[in-house]
Each structure stands twice: as C-alpha cells, then as structure tokens.
C-alpha cells in the first residue's frame, strides 16, 4: 500500500513562519510529522506560534538565520536533542531582491546567493550525518520557476535558484546510496509575501501588469496558494517517493508547459 503517512517522523522547514513554508508545514504536520521551523525575528516568530497553534500543530520554533553556520548546526542538535534526528529538511527559507543587474551591487547580489543557495547547503551539511547513520532522510529544496527561466531584474535570484536545482541533483547522486533522497519542489507564481509587489493593484485600481502577465502566461488562468504546495510536498517526504531522486517537481499550474495565452 502507498505510504504517505510522516508518523513518527521529524521535520524541519526553514523560513515557515508564513507563506510557502507555513503551508508545508502544516502539511507535513497533518500527514503527522512533527513539527520545528526558523526565522530571523522574534516578532514573526510569536506569530507564527501561534498561527501554528490556532491549527493545533505543536511546532517549536527556532530564532536562526539560515545563512549562520554555526547557528543552524547548533539548531539541528536541539532539535535531535528535544524531537528526534530530522528526518526530513525542506529549504524553504529565500528572499529575492529585484534590481537590473547592471544597477545591483555584488553585495546584493551575494545576500540573494547566499541565503538562497549556500544557506540550503549550509542546512543540509548539518543534517546529513544524521540521515547517512539512520540511513534514510528526505531533503526538499524549495527551486522555482526561475530555476528554468529568466527575466529581468532577478540575475542573482535566477542563478541562485539554478544553482539550487544542481545543488538538489548532485545531494541525490552523492547521498543516495545512504536511502536518502533529495529532491526539489518548483512552486510558480504563488501569492504571498514575496509577490505582493507584483499583484499590487495599480493606483487607478487596474491590476497590476505583472498579476495579467501571470495569470496569461499560466493555463490555470490564476495565481498559486501556498496550499497548492501542500499535496506536493507530502509525497516528496514520504516514502511514496522514495525512488525519485534528483528531480525537481513544478507546482506551476502548467507554466513551464506553456507559451502563454494568444493575444486576441
Ligand atoms: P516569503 O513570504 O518572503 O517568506 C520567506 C520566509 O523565509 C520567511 O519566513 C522569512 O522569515 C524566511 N527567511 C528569509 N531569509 C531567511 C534567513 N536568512 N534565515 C531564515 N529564514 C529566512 O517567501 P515565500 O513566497 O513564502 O517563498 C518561500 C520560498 O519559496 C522561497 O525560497 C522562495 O524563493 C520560494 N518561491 C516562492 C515563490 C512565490 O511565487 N512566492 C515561487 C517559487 C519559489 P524571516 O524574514 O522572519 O526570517
Ligand atoms: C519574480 C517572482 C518569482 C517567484 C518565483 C517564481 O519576481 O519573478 O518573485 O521569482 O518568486 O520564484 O517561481
């Protein structure tokens, strides 16, 4: 029988105080999974508690910035110490900085690669001893369209991404022989945080051209949800997918597929 079912399993989601993150926590919790997350403040931290407990999801909570070595390593041992070793990790922690790349300072350029693609490996390095001893783990890299595609203003989050979508690839190649796999979930164009610029209602209240360059370049004809992600995520930590390995799954609403609605 198929086995989506996370009892008795650990996870650990970067960046879920909301957006992406919270949903899949959340889905990785009612398929029974317990639950530890991080993020950067305090503030977003109280909240996020108790959003999660509003859901009746015991999460524990983790002030750390991806990015700080240190930090995440000494977050994985708490987490070992208090819930179990992690048996799944899903990098889902980003940020993007939108700025024409001849205007972008490296420092810029740098924070995007480095919370969005060095900051998954410095997160995956620091749970792997335990998966390889336990021989079994699941680790999930949060990619994105822009780990296919470009456009304008987003080099280092383009490269940061593609980056990702090889870093996800070479942890299958050279961790599978342990049972662990790494895969990659891709969301499309989801409403969150991240994308409020881009559906921000224009000041003669028209939509945003970006919101109807979307929903026209998306056969689903609107926007994700974070809870698009939710099925996705389930099957890619639990073992129904334990023999996909390396392969990054698109939860684009058929974006990628697709050359974009013919003007009439
Ligand atoms: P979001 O709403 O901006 O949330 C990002 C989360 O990451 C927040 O919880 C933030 O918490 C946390 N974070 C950022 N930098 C961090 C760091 N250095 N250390 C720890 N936590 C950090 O973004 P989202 O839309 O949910 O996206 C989540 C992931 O999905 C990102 O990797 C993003 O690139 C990817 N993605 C998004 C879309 C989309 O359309 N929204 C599509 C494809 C992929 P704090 O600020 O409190 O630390
Ligand atoms: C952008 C958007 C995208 C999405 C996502 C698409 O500015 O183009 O923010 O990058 O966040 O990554 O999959």
């Known amino acids: ?71 995440v390593k000494a977050m994985v041992e708490d987490i070992s110490a208090t819930l179990g070793p992690v048996d799944i990790l899903v990098n889902n922690a980003g940020i993007i900085k939108r700025i024409p790349m001849h205007e972008m300072a490296a420092e810029e350029f740098r924070q995007v690669v480095d919370i969005d693609l060095i900051a998954p490996y410095i997160c995956a390095k620091a749970v792997l001893p335990g998966m390889m001893e336990k021989r079994a783990g699941k680790i999930i890299n949060v990619c994105s369209m822009m780990s296919e595609l470009g456009r304008e203003t987003v080099s280092a989050y383009a490269a940061a991404k593609g980056g990702l979508k090889m870093l996800t690839r070479n942890i299958a190649s050279e961790y599978g022989q342990y049972n662990i796999q790494c895969n990659g979930i891709g969301p499309g164009y989801i409403a969150t945080p991240q994308t409020a610029p881009l559906r921000e209602p224009q000041a003669d209240g028209s939509r945003h051209p970006f919101d109807s360059f979307i929903v026209a370049k998306t056969p689903a004809e609107r926007w994700g949800t974070p809870e698009d992600l939710m099925g996705p995520i389930v099957f890619l930590a639990s073992s129904a997918s334990d023999f996909v390995n390396g392969h990054v799954l698109y939860v684009d609403g058929g974006i990628l597929a697709y050359i974009g609605k013919q003007p009439k």
């Open 1 to 71: 029988m198929v086995n989506f079912s996370l009892e008795g399993k650990v996870a650990l989601v970067t960046g879920a105080a909301y957006g992406i993150g919270f949903a899949m926590a959340q889905a990785l919790a009612e398929a029974g999974a317990k639950i530890a997350f991080n993020c950067r403040t305090q503030a977003n931290m109280d909240k996020a508690l108790e959003a999660y407990k509003a859901l009746g999801i015991e999460a524990k909570g983790y002030i750390c910035d991806c990015t700080d070595e240190a930090g």
